[in-house]
């Protein structure tokens, strides 16, 4: 019995040892790149004891190789400490342990769409025009009759759709027509040279038609330009342009005759104000000047260019020359003659003046009322700058010929030839305050000025109320001139109201059949990038929308620019 007690106490040992020498091999495992997977898979085989020879726990040495990973592997033994029985022990009862088995892991991958990189070539996806692809790849009408037309919705207030080709078709098809790059370059190089020549040509035939016109007489019935002056400012300049030509006329003769420099600057008064009111009459023809791609926002700008300039000559012209007379009459005072005949020109200017100012506050009268203003807003704020300069030059003749009158009346009671000298500085100053009033009210309206901010209320209200638009940021309405206004808008759109917009016209079973096949990130990205485009098209139309309706609502609004926030 005790030799069996023996090979059982020398197996126990055996089995204990066993078990140690299999730990220090997970411990060294655990050090290493597969530590987690290797004691696993050590756990999950069970029983130790079936796996490693019996031996003697003293003698107990344990072998370790380890393969260099560069150059040829070669084997170092390493020697470890083995614990003793209690040490043992304990790690049998940690061995002993319920082995929780673990879940394998799942791990799901996120399916990422891959960035696309855009090159120069995904602009043939472009949309390019007829008249582009005719004038830009040199094709003719019947050549894009056989490309892909495409129907888009169209820019243009007058139609709602028009049709466009793809770039990459109308750039192959010129290929096609003209066989290589070079040989479309040398074509355009042609007609570019050509073009110069047409116009040079043109040129001279417009030339030789105006010679022609001014020999035998125009027969053309009356244009617009020639209309415009027969009602409103035009009419009012062009009565004014009479009655000052005329009384310039009378002026000067009644100032050769008496040498009064009072009457010299009456004279001189008329003559700037004929000259400017011409001046006037040339920036209303062209301020009604069809808008060309030169000048897109069209000529209306060219009134106050000329009161601005109509306010720089009558400085200069009458101003000057008016102060100029006085100071000389001040220095070297002449004796006058009989003043008889220049106070009854004096009256008929009067009588002349104040009927041409009489028209000009009508006119005016009729325009602030229309646009809701006061009088005198309308004037100070130089909304009819042809009709104000008429206002201004009027109110300066008629003030003027008092001041002339009346010192030419002291000097023909005191024989003083120095109070007409004093009459022509007093029209002069009377003059440079004129002008000086014209050349700031009209800066002002060329540097772009806003329209009144009761208007620019009710234009922000309207897109306000809008469903589709949630907010409405930077606001510029610019006034144009001629009662045009030039409005601008950030407008922060409600993407779900423009999204609901695009479904209400859809085919929800068609979509949802369409949603129901897709499986594939591929067929996702077709689905969302042709339901985004149409997406994209229906927010363009409520911008197009908002812009007729502000326009409908407000016949001022010429021009609209509502930019997406």
């Not at 020398?10 to 089995?15: I, V």
């Not at 820019?155 to 290589?180: C, I, M, N, Q």
């Not at 808008?291 to 700008?301: A, K, L, V």
């Not at 109509?310 to 009459?329: E, P, R, T």
Request: hydrophobic fraction near 40%; aromatic fraction near 8%.
């Amino acid at each position: 019995m005790l030799p069996g007690l023996a090979a059982a106490a020398a197996a126990h040992r055996c089995s204990w040892s066993s078990l140690c020498r299999l730990r220090l091999r997970c411990r060294a495992a655990a050090r290493g790149s597969s530590d987690r997977q290797e004691w696993q898979s050590l756990v999950t085989f069970g029983s130790f004891s079936n796996s490693v020879p019996c031996c003697t726990l003293n003698q107990v040495k344990l072998y370790s190789t380890s393969v260099q990973k560069e150059g040829q592997g070669s084997q170092t033994q390493k020697m470890e400490k083995v614990p003793s029985f209690d040490e043992a022990e304990n790690m049998g009862a940690e061995l002993k342990a319920p082995i929780i088995k673990q879940e394998p892991l799942q791990v799901r991958v996120k399916a990422v769409l891959k960035k696309r990189e855009y090159g120069p070539k995904y602009t043939q996806n472009n949309f390019i025009t007829g008249v582009r692809a005719m004038n830009e790849f040199c094709l003719k009408s019947s050549d894009l009759e056989q490309l892909r037309k495409i129907r888009r919705r169209s820019p243009h207030e007058d139609t709602e759709s028009f049709t466009v080709y793809l770039r990459s078709d109308v750039e192959a098809k010129s290929l096609e027509v003209w066989g290589s790059p070079e040989a479309l370059a040398r074509e355009k190089k042609l007609r570019k040279e050509a073009e110069i020549e047409y116009r040079e040509r043109l040129f001279r035939n417009q030339k030789i038609l105006r010679e022609y016109r001014d020999f035998l007489g125009n027969t053309k019935p009356r244009s617009r330009t020639a209309s415009i002056f027969f009602k409103g400012p035009g009419k009012v300049v062009m009565v004014a342009i009479c009655i000052n030509g005329l009384n310039c006329f009378f002026k000067f003769l009644a100032w050769i005759y008496t040498g009064s420099a009072s009457m010299f600057s009456e004279a001189i008064h008329s003559l700037s104000d004929t000259c400017n009111q011409a001046l006037l009459a040339l920036g209303i023809s062209k301020s009604v000047q069809t808008p060309d791609p030169t000048h897109p926002y069209g000529f209306s700008n060219m009134r106050y260019i000329a009161s601005l300039i109509s306010g720089v000559g009558i400085f200069m012209m009458g101003a000057g020359l008016s102060w100029y007379h006085g100071i000389m009459g001040l220095l070297n005072p002449q004796p006058i003659e009989s003043l008889l005949w220049a106070y009854c020109i004096l009256a008929g200017s009067l009588v002349s003046e104040g009927a041409t100012l009489l028209v000009a506050v009508n006119e005016l009268r009729r325009s602030a009322r229309a646009k809701g203003m006061s009088f005198y807003k309308y004037v100070m704020e130089s909304r009819d700058p042809s009709t104000n300069v008429i206002l201004l030059e009027d109110t300066a003749a008629v003030l003027g010929v008092t001041i002339a009158a009346t010192c030419m009346g002291l000097t023909s009671i005191t024989g003083n030839p120095l109070y007409d000298s004093l009459g022509s500085l007093g029209v002069g100053t009377l003059l440079g305050v004129v002008s000086a009033f014209l050349i700031y009210t009209n800066t002002e309206a060329l540097l772009g000025r806003s329209i009144q901010p009761e208007q620019v209320q009710r234009l922000t209200e309207l897109l306000e109320n809008d469903p589709s638009v949630r907010a409405i940021h930077d606001v510029k309405a610019t006034d144009l001139g001629l009662g045009k206004v030039r409005f601008k808008a950030e407008v922060d759109f409600d993407g779900r109201v423009v999204t609901r917009s695009y479904l209400e016209k859809q085919d929800f079973d068609q979509m949802l059949q369409e949603i129901q096949e897709v499986k594939t990130p591929e067929e996702l990205e077709t689905f969302m990038l042709k339901h985004g485009e149409n997406i994209i098209d229906t927010l363009g139309a409520e911008v197009d929308r908002l812009e007729k309706e502000l326009k409908k609502r407000n016949p001022e609004v010429r021009h609209v620019d509502l930019e997406i926030l």
